[in-house]
């Protein structure tokens, strides 16, 4: 017998589960906030303080409409663990779409945990939140990114040509994109 939407957890898989942020989540921000090696994806190059990271947490609405983003934390089930964060970014509502970005702790990385988050909030976004596309953008050369997105059913739709500029270079930039195809990909 088939769960309705009521009774669906979208959130939760076999091995990881996505909720919201939570203040004991901090630390594990300004860690993977102030990670260098993370800033060719987030378009930032300056640290976050501890002070700014709590406010980000305490004025998010938790609202995607509002904040035309949704963050939600990676936990591994088996301890609890924060292991990371996925969202989606620059959601536009009147197109129904946004773009996805993962961030795993570098000792969760290659062990399955980001494909079943991916696949976890791909089925929210398009099965609950009714969300028509998801896109992403994963420097080339990223093959573990780009691994990831195209087992989830990313496909690549573009390049985009000198797109960030990272050590004083400038690095191509995939373009993936998931569309929602019908009204089946809803799941019921």
């Not at 050590?167 to 019921?188: N, P, W």
Request: charge should be negative.
């Amino acid at each position: 017998m088939k769960k309705n939407n009521m009774e669906r957890s979208y959130l939760l898989g076999q091995r990881v589960k996505l909720r919201a942020m939570e203040p004991e989540d901090l630390e594990i921000m300004y860690e993977m906030e102030n990670d260098p090696e993370q800033w060719d994806i987030t378009c930032f190059n300056v640290p976050y303080s501890r002070y700014i990271i709590k406010q980000y947490m305490e004025n998010t609405q938790c609202d995607m409409y509002a904040d035309k983003q949704l963050r939600l934390m990676i936990i591994r089930l088996k301890d609890q663990v924060a292991i990371g964060t996925i969202d989606i970014t620059g959601f536009l509502p009147m197109h129904l779409r946004g773009e996805v970005g993962i961030s795993l702790k570098t000792e969760y990385r290659g062990e399955g945990y980001g494909s079943e988050a991916l696949a976890l909030l791909c089925e929210y976004a398009f099965g609950f939140l009714c969300l028509k596309q998801l896109s992403a953008e994963v420097a080339v050369g990223n093959e573990l990114s780009l691994k990831l997105f195209t087992s989830c059913g990313f496909e690549q739709c573009g390049l985009l040509k000198e797109w960030w500029f990272v050590e004083g270079h400038f690095k191509d930039v995939i373009l993936l994109q998931k569309l929602r195809t019908s009204d089946k990909d809803r799941k019921s």
